[in-house]
């Protein structure tokens, strides 16, 4: 699969291991940075990750930052993202099975590289459910503007 993968600077170590982890996985990887040193904003960087989950070049996105916090709220603000903060791999599995997560989080700060794997791999294996999952997701990318938007199903 084609991956981006961003961070701040509290993950670039994170970062260089997963990217690295996943190239020898197969997959294809675009690190948008930043590299080792520099101190950054965690904004920047979850909104150039999520314009390029946005265009469609890649399928999914990895954002990494000290807690996954800051840089998953950067990353949700864009519409076409739904971006999970994870740190075990139940979680990382409903985050694709009922919301269809294009964009997995973690905090470099919170877990250890082995569980971060982890819970990459869970994600990146595990499929949408589909179903009334979808009705669900695609509200997501789609707020609404009338107060009386509730809906009930049976
Ligand atoms: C940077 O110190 C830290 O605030 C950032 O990595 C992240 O944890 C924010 O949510």
Redesign the pocket.
């Known amino acids: 699969m084609r991956i981006a993968i961003a961070s ?4 670039t170590e994170l970062k260089a291991l997963l990217a690295e982890w996943l190239i020898d996985q197969g997959h294809q990887v675009a690190d948008l940075g930043p590299d080792a040193g520099e101190s950054v904003d ?1 904004p920047d960087y979850g909104y150039k990750l999520a314009e390029v989950v946005a265009e469609g070049t890649v399928e999914f996105g990895v954002a990494l ?7 998953s ?1 950067a990353v949700n603000r864009n519409p076409a993202c739904r971006c999970a903060v994870v740190s075990e791999q139940l979680s990382a599995s409903f985050a694709r099975e009922h919301n269809d997560a294009n964009v997995i989080a973690m ?3 919170m877990i250890g590289t082995e569980q971060a794997k982890a819970c990459l791999g869970t994600f990146l294996e595990t499929q949408f459910a589909g179903d009334r999952h979808v009705r669900r997701v695609a509200k997501l990318g789609n707020p609404p503007t009338d107060p009386d938007h509730i809906e009930t199903h049976q």
């Open positions: 701040d600077h509290a993950a965690y930052c000290g807690t996954g916090l800051g840089i709220i905090g470099a700060r």
